[in-house]
């Protein structure tokens, strides 16, 4: 296992410095400037801001400069919140998406699982047809439709929750941000599993099993569900990286400090060094989500071997 993962993290490691790389002078190449604004800066002022961030330097020395820092673990100062480095940044706020993120990918998991088998147990049947259709919605109907919608209904209307705000991350603020994050994962993951389950159910050694006389119940969870998740066990890595990393349109329409209302601002406001570092961070999650996924998939599936 040990030789696993020294592989994939020798494939890690350059990837990583890919997606930098190219960030990097993608950001560079976007017209306009940091310090662009509504007040003109004088070319005097203009050219000592530039000097104190190193950006009058030829681009490959900047480069150099900025990937040295990396591995020093220092991503830079923010180019518009004054006093702030990227990492405090991100240290102040990965928290509220890391708490939507992770408790909208595990609640999904679960009903979507849940939903999954049920709809399989119960192929072309009302229960299936109901799943289904369901999960249908749930992908089609997108974040910024439904967002509102709850928001109108249950906080508006009824007034049974708060209809925006993080307010120190208190249970009836994260609600309806939960809810919207989870509803899309939940149609995914229930498809995804009621395919698998379907396929299981359908494979000789199910038939053998139910031949032996055991439980039906007993087979399901013993026997297929286990090989049925599999697909979806590769889906939840960079699906969990993506929701912890934060939803726009989410942290958006409830106010949430979350890093994906700060990645958004900061790439329309050229903020080069806030961008780069929210890259790195959603980089470097995909790559050990996934890391992690593969593990998982060689201890539900004993025919994969890690060497």
Wanted: aromatic residues 8%; proline residues 6%.
């Amino acid at each position: 296992m040990l030789r696993f993962i020294g592989r994939r993290l020798l494939i890690a490691i350059p990837t990583l410095f890919l997606v930098v790389t190219v960030a990097f002078f993608m950001m560079r190449a976007a017209p306009g400037s940091p310090f662009d604004s509504d007040r003109k800066l004088s070319p005097e002022i203009e050219a000592n801001v530039m000097a104190k961030y190193g950006m009058d330097r030829p681009l490959h020395e900047q480069y150099v400069n900025y990937i040295g820092g990396v591995l020093q673990g220092d991503l830079g100062p923010s180019l518009k919140y004054k006093d702030k480095s990227v990492l405090q940044i991100l240290q102040e706020n990965y928290r509220v998406s890391l708490t939507l993120g992770l408790s909208a990918i595990v609640l999904a998991s679960i009903i979507g699982v849940s939903l999954g088998v049920l709809a399989a147990l119960r192929q072309n049947q009302t229960t299936d047809y109901v799943v289904m259709t369901v999960a249908i919605l749930g992908v089609c109907i997108p974040t910024f439709v439904t967002a509102p919608v709850l928001v109108l209904v249950i906080a508006s209307k009824l007034g049974w929750l708060p209809s925006a705000g993080w307010n120190g991350g208190a249970l009836p603020n994260l609600v309806l941000p939960i809810v919207v994050l989870t509803l899309p994962q939940v149609a995914i993951i229930s498809r995804l599993t009621r395919a698998g389950m379907i396929e299981v159910l359908r494979s000789n050694y199910i038939r053998t099993a139910r031949a032996k006389g055991l439980p039906e119940n007993r087979i399901v969870r013993r026997h297929a569900l286990q090989a049925a998740i599999l697909p979806l066990v590769s889906y939840l890595g960079p699906a969990a990286a993506g929701l912890i990393t934060g939803s726009l349109v989410v942290e958006k329409i409830f106010n949430l400090p979350g890093l994906g209302k700060f990645f958004v601002i900061s790439a329309l406001q050229r903020d080069y060094t806030v961008v780069m570092g929210m890259v790195i961070f959603y980089a470097g999650l995909i790559l050990l989500l996934n890391l992690i996924a593969d593990l998982l998939h060689a201890v539900l599936d004993p025919r994969v071997r890690l060497a």
